[in-house]
């Protein structure tokens, strides 16, 4: 029998009282919990600027990524040797996906005009933005019931307004990719309401590791760490219960494996799981990526020092923090145990540690660690503002009047987003002429189908064919580098052809081809740049001052970085006599040129 109305009424009150009571006491205990939708458009805007202002930091990111995806969406561009079936140590998987998203442009009325390319571009920038903030809204979610409200709300700020998110979150990368993912598979195996999610954690990490980077896996340690102590220290029935989770992790990652190896099988004409042979390239090969440069062990800590500054010392200092919490003064930091609290921190210490062993680095590795970093950071700044507030008169902290230490925390988080405004505008101040200066390209008349673009000293700024017109293509001309440039996918008409043919002159030692260069003769457009600090040399002479052969098209300034000083190079600092010299940024000039047409002189 259905209930009266007015049985329903005394239900709705008990349920608002209920929830009167849980929003009372999380207002007593200063808890303040953010929806999820506002998470989420908070990342989203953060994201989307970055999208349409962030430099691209890796000249890998265009050859490696969006040139292959341009090749399958126009049928030309830039391939490496990472893409000859030779090697195999890309997934045509991973750029398909993508490539599928820029195709579907062609839905989009207007994306057929002229700046078609360049929308297409901005387009998947846009589509990884709104990735990227689903997850990170997902893990946010998680961090805000499983461990405290203000946790979630630290991570959201230090997230949103991080010099390292600023250009992680949108990068075509395998390491962005894998951040996505990684923060998809935390929250999973953070979350034990209504069931322990080992299959979930478990897929979401296999798409981040097998079509992104494999040696992403690495951030599910601790967890599986965890899931074995539990197997180990319970009864029968609960191993039998963990023994099944794996079973059906396995279960959903089987297609997974399945689908990625039919895309490649397309591609490449051969049977190639690219996972493994991207470990045996960098752990066992003989030609290792050490071939490309190593760094000093402190290389990551002042990376991240300068990405995350404030927090990035936090999320180090985060493990003591909680210890000490829990030896100390023996209460809980957040909702979680200390040893879960313990588990949630390891994954940042664990990725910082195996690539701090490794001697090549670079920035990108560490993307798979952002979450984890500021997730660390957010617990730590956590802790001590739970120490701050403390009102026990044997504390001595108590004794220091509440306006003084609200004002010490207000001052922490304006330096924090301070730091963090100087870093990124610094970033798109002194590097966005490469993403702005072909814009001149598009004007109406200024290129014909077939011309030739040139790139010399700049080769590694070069922001991709997305950037030129149509059947504008980018060529090389000889610098001062003498290391391996990038082929061109062979073209053919649908049938991708370009994928699955052995390029010429492609070697794993970083052993230049000539074969890779045209002649200068043939360039009607030319990108160099002139800073105060170049040096012209014969092989890299400055075509800007050359009015004879070429006339100025577009002329951006660009920071040099040998020249400025220190603070200058770290970030924005403004152009002002007031500024000391020492300090002051210096600028050059990053150029579009075009060739001067000369008369017959037969006609003359």
Avoid at 376 to 386: D, E, T
Wanted: net charge neutral.
């Amino acid at each position: 029998m259905p209930p009266t109305t007015s049985t329903k009424s005394s239900a709705s009150k008990r349920g608002a009282n209920s929830t009167a009571t849980v929003q009372r006491t999380k207002a007593q205990r200063g808890e303040f919990e953010l929806s999820a939708i506002v998470a989420f458009y908070v990342f989203l805007v953060s994201h989307v600027i970055a999208a349409f202002y962030s430099p691209i930091q890796d000249c890998d990111e265009v050859f490696n990524f969006w040139e292959p995806t341009h090749y399958l969406n126009h049928n030309y561009g830039f391939q490496t040797w990472e893409y000859s079936p030779v090697y195999a140590i890309r997934s045509w998987a991973y750029t398909g996906l993508h490539a599928s998203i820029t195709a579907l442009s062609t839905l989009i009325p207007g994306m057929d005009l002229p700046l078609g390319h360049k929308a297409q571009f901005y387009l998947l920038r846009g589509v990884l933005a709104a990735a990227c903030a689903s997850c990170e809204t997902r893990l946010f979610t998680k961090i805000s019931q499983v461990l405290n409200p203000r946790v979630a709300i630290l991570y959201l700020m230090i997230t949103a307004t991080s010099p390292g998110f600023f250009h992680a979150s949108i990068a075509y990368l395998p390491s962005s990719f894998a951040m996505y993912f990684v923060m998809l598979s935390t929250a999973a195996f953070m979350d034990w309401r209504g069931g322990i999610r080992t299959a979930q954690g478990i897929f979401w990490m296999a798409v981040g590791a097998f079509m992104g980077w494999p040696f992403a896996a690495a951030m599910i340690t601790p967890f599986a760490v965890e899931e074995a102590l539990l197997g180990a220290l319970t009864e029968w029935e609960d191993r039998i219960e963990l023994l099944f989770r794996l079973m059906k992790a396995a279960a959903c990652c089987l297609p997974l494996v399945v689908a990625q190896i039919a895309v490649d099988m397309f591609f490449y004409r051969k049977v190639v799981f690219v996972p493994v042979n991207i470990i045996l390239y960098n752990i066992f090969g003989s030609n290792g990526p050490d071939l490309y440069g190593v760094e000093p062990w402190h290389f990551y800590i002042r990376n991240l020092v300068l990405n995350f500054h404030v927090w990035a010392v936090l999320a180090m200092l985060s493990l003591p923090l909680l210890l000490a919490q829990h030896l100390l003064r023996a209460k809980a930091a957040t909702k979680a145990s200390s040893l879960r609290g313990v588990v949630f921190l390891a994954p940042f210490y664990l990725w910082l540690a195996i690539f701090t062993l490794q001697p090549h680095k670079e920035e990108r590795f560490m993307y798979p660690a952002y979450p984890a970093l500021a997730l660390n950071a957010a617990v730590a700044f956590h802790i001590i503002l739970a120490n701050l507030g403390s009102t026990d008169p044997k504390d001595l902290i108590s004794k220091i009047p509440v306006h003084l230490r609200l004002l010490g925390i207000l001052s922490f988080v304006f330096v924090s987003l301070a730091l963090s405004a100087f870093r990124t505008i610094g970033t798109i101040t002194a590097y966005g002429a490469p993403l702005e200066v072909y814009s001149r390209l598009h004007t109406p008349g200024m290129v014909n189908e077939g011309d030739t673009l040139c790139l010399g000293k700049e080769w590694y700024r070069f922001p991709s064919h997305y950037l030129l017109p149509k059947g504008v293509h980018a060529k090389f001309i000889k610098s001062e580098f003498a290391g391996l440039l990038p082929g061109e996918f062979a073209e053919s008409a649908g049938t991708f052809a370009g994928t699955w043919k052995i390029p010429s002159g492609m070697n794993d030692e970083n052993r230049e081809d000539l074969g890779k260069y045209t002649d200068l003769d043939r360039c009607d457009f030319l990108v160099d740049s002139n800073l105060p600090s170049t040096v012209p040399t014969p092989l890299e002479p400055n075509y800007i001052a050359d009015e004879r052969n070429w006339e100025t098209v577009e002329c951006l300034p660009f920071l040099d970085a040998t020249s400025s000083g220190l603070l200058g190079r770290l970030g924005w600092i403004p152009s002002s006599s007031l500024i000391p010299a020492e300090h002051r940024r210096v600028w050059g000039d990053y150029c579009l040129l075009k060739r001067v047409k000369r008369s017959d002189p037969q006609v003359m």
